[in-house]
């Protein structure tokens, strides 16, 4: 089925059945003020506690299957999810998975503070060692200062790795001291999974 002729019912249920989460912040359904889907989580990685939460951008409401869905501002959702996370779930670092583009991205990153790194797509932009987004003029030794964006380019050409470290600073808490991303080709001579191979062909037959 072609994405122009999908409906809110049928979006609902490509969600339904899928096996991965979907994650969005500004996103719900105009009935019944609920969410579309889950705002955000925490997962336990070792002894630091990961919040993740998702935005799409404003420009989606024209997409198929937006009828009958409200999407809030991305920057204030940002605030609420950031505030939710940090206060009474208790994250230590901050991800969001961003659909909103380059320039929306960057913005958010000095307006909203508190988000350690963005997952950034929309834009196809490559950034091979990523970049950061200072939070302010001031420096702090032992912690980046600042919003670390990433983005893997386009059509699954490179698989995007993002590896931080993370140490506790002076007050005690959670944050990025170091970070490094690169971004890992995918060609003909790269493995083939053998679960998603076998996904892949049972589709095809």
């Known amino acids: 089925r072609r994405s122009s002729d999908l409906t809110l019912a049928q ?3 490509l969600i ?3 096996r991965f989460h979907f994650l969005c912040a500004n996103v719900t359904e105009s009935a019944t003020r609920r969410p579309l889907v889950k705002r955000n989580e925490v997962r336990q990685v070792g002894a630091v506690r990961v919040g993740i939460f ?3 951008t404003n420009s989606a409401r024209s997409r198929a299957g937006s009828e009958g869905l409200e999407f809030e501002d991305a920057f204030t959702a940002a605030s609420a999810a950031v505030a939710e996370l940090r206060g009474p779930m208790k994250a230590d670092i901050v991800i969001l998975i961003s659909h909103l583009g380059g320039s929306a991205d960057k913005q958010l990153a000095r307006q909203v503070p508190g988000i350690d790194v963005i997952l950034a797509s929309h834009w196809h932009t490559r950034l091979p060692q990523g970049e950061i987004v200072q ?3 001031e420096l702090k030794p032992d912690e980046v200062n ?3 964006i990433v983005q893997a380019g386009q059509w699954g050409g490179e698989l995007g790795r993002l590896d931080l470290l993370l140490q506790k600073n002076a007050a005690g808490k959670w944050r990025v001291n170091h970070y490094q991303e690169r971004l ?4 003909s001579e790269t493995p083939e ?3 998603v191979t076998a996904v892949l062909n049972r589709l095809w037959a």
């Open 193 to 195: 999974d053998p679960a």
């Open 54 to 56: 998702g935005l799409v």
């Open 16 to 18: 339904a059945d899928a």
């Open 11 to 13: 979006l609902k249920k």
């Open 184 to 187: 890992i080709p995918v060609t």
């Open 135 to 137: 939070w302010s003029d």
């Open 146 to 148: 600042g919003t670390v």
